[in-house]
């Protein structure tokens, strides 16, 4: 009997699509949800300002005062924030054995997807019930490793990630911070950083990306399972199963998100199909030139994206009404 097999173009371009749709299906819905539960939240500070540091609004005696854009969506601490995540943990993976990171890793990635699932549940259903959906989908992906369960679960978080922090940055500290990190995206890949880590990580069942099995047959298969801890250590002709990056999916749907919020539903489709031609680009690319070998992804989406924001951005997003 023959077994189906589909190129990883596929599934990354599936998984990306139905990661924009869920997205949009969330934005949607959160002015909406604040208002129900009379939540206010700093405004973005405007389309096309980048705030580098938190600033306090000046205030005008009787004058009306607008929130100020929360500390939290200055481009300055987030960089930095990235910076020390990112020695931190090669750090950890350096100095921990793999059988205590294991433990540790597993733990947080299980809170952090539960976290994702509880966000978007949370704006349709009750607390209480997103909640027991969410802790009942962490311990699910906690004790039962198999891929299609990670994979559902990453699908979630990164929609939450993008949601919830879009809604803060404008679509300019967005697309700087997808830049920057293209720009590191790609040394890593080139020096070799990225394929280490994502060895150890792997290695200890918590690789921070999507798994694609090539065979349908082993969307059931176990990420400790010898075929996906070693992936990235195979050469391509002997890969059972390929990876796409999780943020090479979250970072675009921030920048999805904050365009949203900036400049409506339109614009926000508008970048997200630019998005998705970059991501098309990045396994054309790995399969004309590198043969299958390891490349980086943001670049390219990074690219596309950046495009299509500064075609909104001179337009006012007009042009698409």
Request: net charge positive; charged share 10%; proline share 8%.
């Amino acid at each position: 009997m023959r077994i189906a097999r589909f190129k990883p173009i596929f599934w990354g371009a599936l998984f990306f699509l139905i990661a924009l749709v869920l997205t949009f299906i969330t934005i949607v819905r959160e002015n909406p949800f604040l208002e129900e539960q009379n939540i206010t939240l700093p405004p973005q500070a405007g389309p096309t300002i980048v705030q580098w540091w938190p600033t306090e609004t000046p205030t005008t005696p009787g004058v009306p005062q607008q929130p100020s854009p929360s500390p939290a969506s200055t481009l300055g601490p987030i960089l930095i924030y990235f910076a020390v995540a990112i020695v931190v943990l090669a750090i950890i993976l350096f100095i921990v054995p793999v059988s205590v990171l294991r433990l540790i890793l597993r733990a947080i990635f299980a809170l952090l997807f539960a976290w994702g699932i509880f966000i978007f549940f949370v704006l349709w259903i009750p607390a209480a019930a997103a909640l027991a959906i969410a802790v009942v989908a962490g311990v699910i992906w906690y004790l039962i490793p198999r891929v299609w369960i990670h994979d559902i679960v990453m699908i979630f978080a990164m929609v939450s990630v993008g949601a919830v922090f879009g809604r803060f940055l404008t679509p300019w500290t967005s697309m700087i911070i997808i830049l920057i990190l293209a720009i590191y995206d790609f040394l890593a890949v080139r020096f070799g950083f990225m394929i280490w880590m994502a060895k150890k990580l792997s290695d200890a069942y918590t690789l921070p990306a999507f798994v694609l099995p090539q065979a349908m047959s082993e969307w059931n298969a176990k990420l400790k399972q010898s075929s996906v801890t070693r992936l990235v250590e195979e050469t391509p002709s002997e890969r059972e199963f390929s990876i796409l990056g999780g943020g090479d999916v979250g970072f675009p749907l921030l920048l999805v998100t904050s365009t949203y919020f900036a400049y409506g539903f339109t614009s926000a489709i508008f970048v997200a199909g630019f998005s998705f031609i970059g991501l098309i680009c990045v396994y054309w690319i790995q399969s004309a030139f590198l043969k299958g070998k390891p490349m980086p992804g943001l670049p390219p989406i990074a690219a596309l994206s950046l495009i299509a924001l500064l075609i909104v951005t001179f337009t006012g997003g007009a042009f698409l009404y």
